[in-house]
């Protein structure tokens, strides 16, 4: 069974507005991430935050995380049509260095 | 160009048959994995490493073998094909479980 769940599976949004999508995990982690996958690419690694750490920016990117309610989010600012793709969280699970498990994903659509 | 490099970029093949998917990457990162793809899903670990010499298996190992002899190459080979294998394979690599990881371009394998 997969690590993470993404919340909501789908988000769709105009140009401008901003969006959110929350990552539920079941386990201890050493750290969480997120990656942006566009249509029938590779991912692409946006941010990574540590277990001791609640929040953290890069950008227009916001990531937040709660150990306590194993919960992160992501906040993306201001969207833009070059936005649109799927985002993954991702743990890497306390304990097993390098095992890095991913969630089902949140697809975001941003209109212009 | 710096990063992960896998071959080929697209396979059909029998059942029954065997292949290796190959994967390297010259940035001399000590971790690397390998994860398919289904439609609708997320991504699912099947082998990791953390160096030369090391590996383990991730959520859906059965049918797949990996080793790691050097730390530049990551093959994964399939055993005897089946159609449940008919995904999309992505191998990625990381410098060590503070960074995050990249991604190869995936290769798209079709069992019939």
């Known amino acids: 069974s997969q690590q993470g769940e993404e919340d909501p599976q789908a988000l769709s949004i105009q140009e401008g507005e901003n969006a959110t999508m929350n990552c539920s995990y079941k386990?201890?982690?050493?750290?969480l991430q997120w990656y942006r996958q566009n249509s029938g690419r590779g991912l692409v690694h946006l941010i990574l935050i540590r277990s001791n750490e609640r929040e953290k920016h890069s950008g227009r990117l916001r990531v937040t995380l709660d150990t306590s309610k194993k919960s992160s989010s992501l906040l993306i600012t201001a969207s833009r049509a070059a936005d649109t793709a799927s985002y993954f969280c991702a743990t890497d699970e306390g304990g097993s260095w390098g095992k890095l498990q991913f969630g089902a994903g949140t697809q975001v659509v941003v209109t212009p | 160009n710096a990063g992960v490099t896998q071959t080929p970029k697209f396979q059909v093949l029998k059942t029954g048959q065997s292949m290796t998917l190959q994967c390297a990457q010259d940035m001399n990162h000590e971790y690397m994995s390998w994860y398919r793809q289904d439609p609708g899903m997320g991504l699912r670990l099947i082998h990791y490493?953390?160096?030369?010499?090391?590996?383990d298996q991730g959520e859906v190992p059965n049918g797949y073998n990996v080793s790691r002899s050097t730390t530049e190459d990551f093959p994964l080979r399939l055993l005897s094909a089946a159609p449940s294998q008919t995904s999309v394979y992505f191998c990625a690599s990381s410098q060590d479980a503070s960074y995050g990881y990249t991604f190869g371009s995936g290769t798209r394998l079709t069992v019939v």
């Open positions: 490493s953390v160096g030369a010499g090391i590996t």
């Open positions: 386990t201890s982690i050493n750290n």
